[in-house]
């Protein structure tokens, strides 16, 4: 495993390109979020460029929070270059239980093959074809470490590092499992913090030597970052300030530190 440090290092010093197709609820705050962790965001979505900007991005990450049939088609066409051009991109199956078309278009998705798949528990559960992901719309009824048998079987049936978050943040390559503590739980009052940690995670994806070194380090900034929010903000609103605040200000070494990892 490539040390925490070493990777939040490598994102400031590269600044990796990161191209988000995601949702409209989180686009402002996943790119604020990329560049107070010291990446470059870009939001393209249109068909006819998604391929042109993955040959000239560092990575991609793929969120279907807010479907439509024309972003499937921007994201069936991204994740196919990236892939060819192998670098990696990362899923996020955000709400995959809650329809048909979103079960669909994400097994489509994971056939062309992310480097990481990161969702919440329920999320993960349904995308492995396990029983007990259930759901509130897009948020999980499961807790996390009901996930980690769901998340090694999908990460040895496609060959991606899964990323199962909640309470504990649970990564995997189907062989190791990590367990990733820390972060609040006012994290869940603002919306698409979720949806912001699969942007990090593609962050981390762009300059790591490993796909599951990229995966634990962003959980752990994640949980760092939310802890120190925490503490400095008394409701939601002034969390979110405080989080963006909490990615800008940090040291590597601070990081690598206060991170809690456990090998399960």
């Known amino acids: 495993m490539q040390d925490i440090a070493s990777i939040i290092s490598a994102v ?13 609820v989180v686009m402002n705050f996943s790119a604020n979020a990329l560049l107070a962790f010291g990446a470059s965001p870009a939001m393209v979505h249109a068909p006819e460029e ?10 991609l990450v793929v969120n279907i929070g807010t479907l439509d049939s024309r972003w499937v088609e921007s994201m069936k066409l991204a994740a196919a270059k990236a892939s060819a051009l192998k ?3 990362v899923l996020d199956p955000v709400g995959v239980g809650a329809t048909r078309f979103r079960l669909a278009t994400s097994q489509a998705l994971l056939a062309l093959k992310p480097a990481i798949v990161r969702g919440n528990a329920a999320e993960i559960i349904t995308l492995a074809g396990a029983s007990g992901g259930a759901s509130k719309g897009v948020d999980s009824l499961a807790a996390s470490s009901e996930a ?20 504990n943040d649970i990564a ?8 990733i ?9 603002v919306t698409g913090t979720g949806c912001c940690l699969s942007a990090t995670v593609a962050a981390t994806a762009a300059v790591a030597s490993d796909p599951l070194s990229a995966a ?30 909490a990615l800008h ?9 206060l991170a809690r990892i456990e090998t399960l």
Not at 150 to 166: E, F, N
Not at 235 to 244: E, K, N, T, Y
């Open 12 to 24: 400031r010093a590269q600044r990796p390109l990161v191209h988000n197709i995601t949702n409209y």
């Open 181 to 189: 503590a820390g972060g609040s739980a006012q994290m869940t009052l």
């Open 148 to 167: 980690i048998g769901a998340a090694r079987a999908l990460a040895r049936s496609s060959g991606a590092v899964v990323v199962a978050t909640g309470e």
């Open 50 to 59: 998604v391929e042109d900007f993955v040959a000239i991005s560092s990575s």
């Open 87 to 89: 670098k990696p991109w």
């Open 172 to 179: 995997t390559d189907g062989e190791r499992v990590f367990s």
């Open 249 to 257: 200000e940090f040291q590597p070494d601070d990081y690598a530190r």
């Open 216 to 245: 634990v380090a962003a959980c752990a900034v994640y949980k760092v970052a939310a802890e120190r929010a925490a503490s400095e903000a008394n409701a939601p609103g002034s969390l979110a300030v405080a989080f963006l605040d």
